[in-house]
């Protein structure tokens, strides 16, 4: 009658757990009846040897079942309190490996309230304290890295690729998602300062090659810093950037009647679009013009 009691008791008080350990007790016993009275047939029937020892298996059997369901009785009938008692130890396992699991996936946020659950809710202050500074020190950790990584990749675009405003967007990237980082404070400033010395060193090349009277390299340095200089730096340079101009447009003049003259028309052919895309309003370029045409097809037929 245990297990009808028990089923009849939280349908009264309208609790669905002692009602459902109730209908689970009813089940069991229903279920091992029909072995209790086979057993009790056996004993009844004088039966020994090995029919015996069945029914003392099975009896032992009941006596299990039996065991269980009182357990589960006494288990259901205790407070929520009582129950977490009990459950505490498991529950800390559980709760201990979902902060590890938080740890590895670099969730620190959810790792922080589990810890705090973790002191609060079950008194395991020290505990929670200790995965605390787990979870710092591997958050600082990953966080180093990844703005190392990020510096790394900011170092490419101005050292080997010069792409400066690319460059100053990357910085700014770096700082809002890393605002706690002191390596990437200042970041734009450094893009800036990179910036000026390449400007610094570009002017020194091109001066000193402009003394050397090497035109070519004086030009295509002279192309680089005009991108640099702004109006008023430019000044300085205005004089010696026109001698510098005239001198390779000269170059590069006797240079193509050189090569059309000794019939190295690819030769020509290239020289003379370089004067044409270069100085496109000198009086030598309306030269070129008028005679590229022969002159390409010249090639042509030389490289046919």
Not at 69 to 91: C, H, I, K, P, T
Not at 166 to 180: M, N, T, V
């Amino acid at each position: 009658m245990g297990a009808v009691s028990l089923a009849i008791f939280g349908f009264r008080t309208e609790s669905d757990g002692i009602l459902a350990m109730g209908a689970l007790a009813i089940v069991l016993v229903l279920a091992v009846a029909p072995i209790s009275f086979a057993s009790v047939s056996l004993g009844g029937g004088g039966g020994g040897g090995a029919g015996g020892a069945d029914a003392a298996a099975m009896v032992s059997e009941l006596t299990k079942l039996r065991s269980a369901v009182n357990r589960l009785q006494e288990y259901q009938s205790l407070s929520d309190d009582a129950r977490r008692v009990l459950n505490r130890a498991r529950e800390r396992d559980l709760l201990v490996r979902a902060i590890e699991e938080d740890i590895a996936s670099e969730d620190w946020d959810a790792a922080v309230v589990l810890c705090n659950e973790l002191a609060n809710r079950f008194g395991y202050r020290e505990d929670a304290e200790q995965f605390r500074q787990r979870v710092e020190q591997a958050r600082s950790e990953t966080r180093d890295r990844n703005v190392a990584a990020a510096i790394a990749a900011l170092d490419g675009l101005i050292v080997q690729r010069r792409r400066w405003e690319h460059g100053i967007a990357h910085a700014e990237s770096i700082q809002r998602l890393y605002p706690d980082s002191s390596r990437a404070a200042g970041l734009r400033q450094r893009v800036e300062n990179a910036r000026d010395r390449y400007k610094t060193d570009l002017e020194r090349r091109f001066l000193h090659a402009a003394q050397s009277e090497t035109a070519d390299e004086a030009m295509s340095l002279l192309k680089e810093l005009d991108a640099y200089l702004t109006e008023g730096e430019a000044e300085p340079f205005r004089e010696l950037a026109r001698g510098v101009i005239g001198k390779a447009r000269e170059n590069l003049g006797a240079a193509f009647k050189l090569a059309v003259r000794d019939h190295r028309w690819k030769d020509a052919a290239g020289l003379g679009e370089r004067i044409i895309a270069d100085f496109p309003n000198s009086r030598m370029a309306e030269e070129v013009r008028s005679m590229i045409g022969g002159v390409r097809e010249r090639a042509a037929q030389g490289a046919g």
